[in-house]
């Protein structure tokens, strides 16, 4: 028998010719006559062709990633009496094509990290397998492009294309994201490529990195509050509440109040869970008017973070009865009406600057003017001058003959100015009363 060894593509249908086998018999008549067959349980049979050829045909369907390669034996016996036979092994190849697509190691994958971790970070590693043979079973690692609060989710994360290793790309904030999550594709680099998808779950820690933030009482400096204690107050009478808030989660949330200075220490209690400040016995003449408390307020995290804030009580039944707070409402009155004051002076200032340069403007520019000096000039009979002007007997000073017409003009500048004189002073005078008039009516 001669033959070599033969290949055949896994995506072969079945009763595909892998190659041709020839037996040769050198005897003759049926001596001479060969029959041949493969034994075993191969997907393969032989099928005479012409004489002493017979074709190697497949029988099923072949997977290279079951099986990838056959040993054949091939029987050959002839019709001789008594029959001799020979047998022959073949080797049989099935050839790789691209039809397994990468599959991961697990359905879905989650990562944790602590928040306020360093950019750069290894989150986690994704895996994926591809049965298939050299480059068709090559695995390249991507991120599917999608959002995060509206930035490219390759803003956050980024993934090794080779090992699948998932790295931070920033630093992470729990009070501003819990968790997100990203798509990894994994492609081989068949032709055509194959490719499959696995979610990753990136869930964030809370950690320790908020302080107490207290909304009642308000910081100190933003408004003067003062809490009134009844004179007749028992023990365990409610007088104030410290209100307090904590962005973090979880026992870095849990918050508890102490008081750390007090005028009394044995006037007033706080709960240590709910804030609320009561007091431990009931009031006495000889306790203090003025009560000041510090209390710190701190959460249950480690390390313990914590703020402070003042109270400010007053064991009194009314305000009027303190005589520093009236003292305090006086001066911040007289602070308002002195604003209004320094208000009220830079406006009347203001308008009165302009209504000078207004003034002087408008002088200025009439004198620069040309007059006119025989605008409208009005004829004065001789009829009308003095007698020393014209002498009809001829012993005057001018003769008769020498009669003059004098002429005045009507643009007289004198009568002007006294006019606008008098009527810049009346402006003025009426200003400055309007001006007073504003000033008494913003201070009362």
């Known amino acids: 028998m001669s033959f070599s060894s033969f290949s055949i593509p896994e995506n072969a249908p079945p009763g595909t010719e892998v190659g041709i086998i020839n037996v040769q018999d050198r005897d003759s008549d049926k001596n001479g006559q060969v029959r041949c067959s493969i034994q075993g349980n191969a997907p393969f049979k032989l099928v005479p062709s012409i004489k002493n050829y017979y074709s190697v045909v497949s029988t099923g369907q072949l997977d290279r990633e079951l099986v990838s390669d056959y040993n054949i034996s091939i029987f050959a016996t002839d019709e001789g009496s008594p029959p001799l036979s020979s047998s022959k092994s073949v080797h049989l190849s099935v050839a790789d094509i691209n039809d397994n697509p990468p599959v991961f190691e697990e359905q879905s994958y989650s990562a944790y990290v602590s928040e306020n971790n360093q950019a750069g970070s290894t989150l986690c590693r994704v ?223 203001t308008f009165f600057l302009t209504f000078i340069i207004i003034i002087l403007g408008v002088r200025f520019c009439r004198r620069r003017k040309p007059r006119l000096l025989f605008d409208g000039a009005v004829a004065i009979p001789s009829g009308y001058l003095p007698p020393n002007y014209a002498d009809v007997d001829g012993t005057g000073t001018l003769r008769s003959a020498y009669n003059y017409d004098a002429y005045l003009t009507t643009g007289s500048r004198t009568s002007d100015f006294k006019f606008f004189k008098k009527m810049n002073l009346r402006l003025f005078y009426i200003f400055n009363s309007f001006s007073f008039v504003c000033i008494y009516l913003l201070l009362f």
Not at 219 to 240: D, R
Not at 242 to 247: C, E, L, T
């Open 127 to 349: 895996s994926a397998r591809d049965p298939d043979w050299r480059q068709n079973g090559t695995v390249i690692y991507s991120l599917l492009a999608a959002e995060v609060n509206g930035a490219p989710v390759s803003s956050y994360v980024s993934v090794n294309g080779d090992t699948g290793l998932i790295h931070a790309v920033r630093s992470f904030d729990y009070e501003q994201l819990r968790s997100f999550q990203v798509q990894v594709m994994a492609r081989d680099n068949g032709s055509p490529p194959l490719s499959s998808n696995v979610s990753v779950s990136v869930l964030i820690w809370d950690v320790n990195d908020n302080s107490p933030q207290i909304l009642y009482p308000a910081p100190e400096g933003s408004s003067f509050m003062t809490e009134l204690v009844p004179k007749a107050a028992h023990g365990g009478s409610l007088v104030s509440k410290v209100i307090a808030v904590d962005a973090d989660s979880g026992q870095n949330a849990w918050l508890s109040y102490h008081i750390v200075k007090s005028t009394d220490p044995g006037l007033f209690t706080i709960g240590l869970h709910s804030g609320e400040i009561r007091t431990q016995r009931d009031i006495s003449q000889s306790d203090s008017m003025k009560q000041n408390l510090i209390v710190a307020v701190k959460d249950n995290g480690q390390p313990s973070l914590s703020a402070t804030c003042a109270m400010y009580l007053l064991i009194s039944d009314n305000l009027a009865e303190v005589p520093e707070l009236k003292e305090i409402s006086y001066e911040e009155k007289n602070s308002k009406l002195t604003s209004y004051l320094i208000i009220a002076l830079v406006c009347v200032s």
